[in-house]
């Protein structure tokens, strides 16, 4: 039982390149997230999926883009990677939203 | 002001004391809280929940306070492996988990 995986775990981008983060969960759970976490700012949450076939906007949505492709999968893109999305990115799901949450290991990505 | 917030600390205690930490939260219809455990550059692992009633679990004890709208935990008999940074979550807008930016214990030999 994988709990939630998400790939990949290191991403060095030049500024303006694009990509996806993968991320997977294999517990049924219906709430999906994707959190980013910068030195003394916490975590702070991006964009959320209540549901699948739902998904809104969280704290600092600015720059990014998400998809709910099925129940187990939250991707989330980088259209054009600006310095200021360097931080270590962490998907999380739950069995019901605001409910606990189980994380995945996390992405660093560096943007030079 | 930040919906929830937290003493950054850290706190640093010698092997086998009590300490405890407050979350302040700006959200006074919350029903339930969440603590977590980071680990350096690890993800972010459920301590506690918090609901009306509080929550123990062994060394570990967590409190509601509504009336001054904060959440603490309490950790006795602290440990060296204990030391990381604890993480607190209540309903932000739209009722949103939102983290505070964590407070660092040390415990020391």
């Known amino acids: 039982n994988a709990g939630v995986t998400q790939t990949p775990k290191f991403q060095v981008l030049k500024t303006g390149q694009s990509m996806t983060l993968q991320c997977a969960q294999d517990?049924?759970?219906?709430?999906m997230y994707w959190y980013r976490q910068d030195p003394g700012m916490g975590l702070r949450l991006i964009y959320y999926?209540?549901?699948?076939?739902?998904?809104d906007k969280g704290e600092v949505p600015n720059g990014y883009n998400v998809s709910r492709l099925n129940k187990r999968e939250f991707s989330l893109r980088l259209e054009s990677a600006a310095p200021s999305q360097t931080s270590v990115y962490f998907c999380?799901?739950?069995?019901?939203?605001?409910?606990?949450?189980?994380f995945g290991s996390g992405t660093q990505l560096s943007v030079l | 002001r930040k919906e929830v917030e937290q003493d950054p600390g850290p706190f640093n205690v010698p092997e086998g004391a009590t300490v405890a930490f407050n979350c302040t939260y700006s959200n006074s219809a919350s029903q339930s809280f969440f603590w977590y455990r980071q680990d350096c550059r690890k993800e972010p692992k459920l301590l506690m929940s918090?609901?009306?009633s509080g929550n123990e679990d062994g060394r570990f004890t967590a409190q509601l306070n509504r009336a001054s709208q904060y959440i603490s935990l309490l950790i006795r008999d602290s440990k060296l492996s204990d030391s990381a940074t604890y993480l607190c979550?209540?309903?932000?807008?739209?009722?949103?988990?939102?983290f505070g930016r964590g407070t660092s214990l040390i415990v020391h030999p």
């Open positions: 979550v209540g309903p932000g807008g739209s009722y949103i988990p939102t």
């Open positions: 999380a799901s739950s069995e019901e939203f605001y409910e606990k949450l189980f």
């Open positions: 918090v609901y009306s």
């Open positions: 517990m049924n759970h219906n709430s």
């Open positions: 999926s209540a549901s699948e076939g739902t998904t």
